[in-house]
């Protein structure tokens, strides 16, 4: 869904620029207000769960997010969000 909504504000911004105005568009990724951690504690088996310190819990967490931050970097890409 972020995605659809990153292209729909690309288009606006670029609609505003060819008719002369100033517009400024940062491209973000959204976590739906979730923290990242969660999300990987969702996607790890039981077992591993239960004797994940906190610091390899973050450095999951990093994980996750560099991977998907390329993956989104990826699909922006492909439909010409970002340069």
């Known amino acids: 869904m972020s995605l659809v909504l990153a292209l729909i504000t690309c288009l606006d911004n670029r609609y505003q620029l060819l008719r002369g105005r100033r517009a400024r ?10 923290p990242i951690e969660l999300k990987v504690l969702q996607s790890l088996p039981e077992a591993e769960r239960k004797g994940l310190g ?3 819990l973050r450095e999951k967490a990093t994980e996750f997010a560099t991977q998907t931050i390329e993956s989104q ?6 439909y010409v969000v970002l340069g």
């Open 25 to 34: 568009f940062i491209p973000g990724w959204d976590t739906h207000g979730l």
């Open 54 to 56: 906190v610091v390899q």
């Open 73 to 78: 970097k990826g699909q922006f890409k492909r």
